[in-house]
């Protein structure tokens, strides 16, 4: 158990619907790392928080967007789903705001978009 | 551009095989991490790396920074070990870049 905690684990949906994921931190970690892993993309860095402020942002498309809450805790929302948006959604937490912490991964939320 | 490259994209051993999985960056990085993911699709994070190696239980990594290079190690393979394993690199305040993932496949 990594301590990072994802819901919902799978959700089915239909096109043009919206969604969020939601992602608590381990307990004392201040950084929230967004990924999205696709069949045929691999791993790819959505957007990065750290202590609520967003502090990178990658290949996030404008339908997507993504907040972290005073708690800690970080949602990502996706809105206007195309099937292409189907795939594993990983967030993961580290002490750090850099890159060089230990990462700590949740157990990814599997979004099907029908 | 930061590209990170890993070998070979699949591997088959027989259990008890020392194995060997490669990744090469192009750019200068200030850490590199190696990745396990379980076909469940958890992922778990093995090693973070910046220097000389690492070693827990049967793997072991190791990092040339002049050479832009990473190997990771598995010595005395078991079929638990069938996963896929996946290198990132961290360079400056860039985001980590990961590499395709290698699927190895341990058969008993």
């Known amino acids: 158990d990594s301590g990072v905690t994802q819901t919902p684990k799978h959700l089915i949906t239909a096109t043009g619907q919206r969604v969020t994921l939601r992602c608590s931190p381990r307990s004392g970690d201040l950084s929230v790392y967004w990924y999205q892993q696709s069949l045929d993309q691999g791993l790819q860095f959505l957007i990065q928080?750290?202590?609520?402020?967003?502090?990178a942002k990658g290949n996030i498309l404008e339908r997507f967007s993504a907040q972290q809450f005073p708690d800690l805790h970080s949602e990502l929302n996706l809105s206007s789903l195309e099937l292409g948006d189907s795939a594993l959604y990983f967030c993961?937490?580290?002490?750090?705001?850099?890159?060089?912490?230990?990462?700590?991964f949740g157990e990814g939320s599997r979004l099907t978009v029908l | 551009k930061n590209e990170v490259e890993q070998s070979p994209q699949n591997l088959t051993a027989q259990e008890g095989e020392f194995i060997t999985i490669n990744c090469s960056y192009s750019?200068?990085?200030?850490?590199l991490h190696w990745l396990q993911q379980h076909p469940g699709g958890g992922i778990v994070s093995l090693f973070m790396l910046s220097s000389g190696k690492k070693k827990h239980g049967r793997l072991i990594a190791t990092i040339n920074i002049q050479e832009k290079h990473s190997s990771l190690h598995i010595t005395a393979s078991h079929p638990r070990d069938s996963a896929v394993y996946i290198c990132?690199?961290?360079?400056?305040?860039?985001?980590?870049?990961f590499g395709k993932g290698t699927r190895l496949s341990v058969i008993a």
């Open positions: 750019v200068g990085i200030s850490a």
């Open positions: 990132a690199v961290v360079a400056g305040n860039t985001p980590l870049v």
């Open positions: 993961a937490s580290t002490m750090t705001g850099g890159g060089t912490g230990e990462l700590f």
């Open positions: 928080y750290y202590n609520g402020e967003e502090r």
